[in-house]
């Protein structure tokens, strides 16, 4: 029977919240209350069963197009079911197929390293972050000239360093983006690859069932009525050999049915991990074309104003020594000049000096002439001491001689 679901998109403002949502407006919520037996209502049990029922998709031929249909019912009437074999192998080639599929999609996830493009988006980040930290510099007039003449060599030499580092960044970002773009790539085909298994699977399973019901319904109840018939054993045996084996494709079918779920629930998968891989792809991009060349042009930037500051401060500290030259030569002028007056209004000779000399002139003829009337003294003395040691001489003779 065919499925009623609507499958068609809707567009809304909005959001649909449910038919018993819809019907009604919200109500206050009730009082609280305290249970020790959590236990689901049964009628809301039985109204959430109801709800996932009317959800369920069925599978059916409504799904396939008209020639799928016709290879469905040609396949369908070459299944023997009394064959052990055919049972057993039924569907086998699709499982294969998918189990295959979610291997590589297994080994793409387990080979896949996001992490070293994080940690290449990070070191980029570190970088730029990096650039432009200084140490402090000296302050004061002659250190502004050291620093002008320092700051912009050092400007130039860290970026060569963080441009170095940035270049090679974006070299490695450049090779995991075509890693990724390749990936982006596999990983459509492998959705239609699935896409592919989903509907082999499919196809085997309604010719499955159509085979199954088919034979139910007459090779099976012929059996049964001919095993109440004739009610030999071997006719009871027939009867539930064939049951045994309907029984056992019926598991098959059931297998397939679960493998068709895991083929479902990979489409999704498959497009999750294409839909990183491009997520990241654009995030490389941005860096690559957006945000590499706007550091580039900043830095450019940044140098321009440095440039410009510095020519500032050159011209400011010129203003500052001239105007500090000008008030040292004025002053030193206005000091030379009253000097150069004062000295000009001095006689040859101080009157000062005059009086001193005079003064020293007169002392130094009064100790002179002291020193000779001392001396004139001394002289005298001199004769009389010298009479008295002669007379004392000349009795000392004489004495001698008496």
Same mark, same amino acid.
């Not at 189990?99 to 590589?104: I, P, T, V």
């Not at 030499?157 to 270049?167: C, F, R």
């Given at each position: 029977m065919a499925d009623n679901t609507d499958f068609t998109p809707e567009l809304t403002l909005t959001p649909d919240m449910g038919a018993a949502a819809a019907a009604e407006a919200p109500k206050a919520p009730d009082a609280p209350s305290l249970t020790l037996n959590p236990t689901v209502a049964p009628e809301d049990a039985a109204e959430a069963q109801k709800?996932?029922?009317a959800n369920a998709v069925k599978l059916d031929e409504s799904q396939l197009t008209e020639a799928e249909r016709k290879m469905v019912n040609e396949f369908a009437q070459k299944i023997d079911i009394k064959d052990s074999n055919v049972v057993l192998q039924y569907g086998a080639a699709a499982q294969k197929n998918i189990?295959?599929?979610?291997?590589?999609t297994l080994n793409s996830v387990r080979t896949k390293d996001l992490g070293e493009i994080g940690k290449s988006l990070s070191d980029l980040v570190v970088e730029l972050k990096g650039f432009g930290q200084e140490?402090?510099? $000296?302050k004061g007039l002659f250190g502004l000239f050291k620093k002008s003449g320092n700051k912009i060599e050092?400007? $130039?030499?860290?970026?060569? $360093?963080?441009?170095?580092?940035?270049?090679?960044?974006?070299?490695?970002?450049?090779?995991?983006?075509?890693?990724?773009? $390749?990936?982006?790539a596999m990983f459509d085909q492998m959705y239609e690859l699935n896409l592919k298994y989903y509907k082999e699977l499919t196809m085997y399973i309604l010719a499955g069932k159509k085979r199954l019901a088919e034979v139910r319904a007459t090779e099976v109840e012929e059996l049964r009525k001919k095993a109440e018939q004739t009610g030999l054993a071997e006719d009871a045996q027939a009867y539930n050999d064939l049951v045994s084996l309907c029984d056992r494709f019926e598991k098959k079918l059931h297998d397939l049915e679960l493998t068709r779920m895991v083929s479902i629930q990979m489409g999704p998968q498959t497009r999750l991990l294409q839909n990183n891989d491009t997520q990241m792809i654009e995030k490389i991009q941005s860096s690559l074309v957006n945000t590499i060349p706007l550091w580039k042009s900043q830095m450019v930037l940044a140098l321009g104003l440095e440039h410009s500051r510095q020519a500032t401060a050159a011209q400011n500290a010129v203003t500052e020594m001239t105007n500090q030259l000008l008030k040292k030569n004025?002053?030193?002028l206005k000091m030379g000049t009253i000097a150069t007056a004062k000295e000009a209004e001095r006689s040859i000779v101080d009157i000062e000096t005059l009086q001193h000399t005079n003064q020293q002139l007169i002392s130094?003829?009064?100790?002179v002439a002291r020193i000779q009337k001392e001396g004139a003294a001394k002289r005298k003395e001199a004769e009389v001491e010298l009479g008295r040691i002669e007379g004392e001489l000349k009795q000392k003779l004489l004495e001698l001689r008496s």
């Open positions: 709800v996932r029922d189990a295959s599929f979610s291997e590589n140490e402090d510099e $000296k050092s400007l $130039k030499a860290q970026y060569s $360093k963080v441009e170095t580092n940035v270049d090679r960044i974006a070299h490695e970002l450049e090779q995991h983006q075509v890693t990724l773009l $390749k990936d982006v004025a002053d030193t130094t003829l009064d100790e």
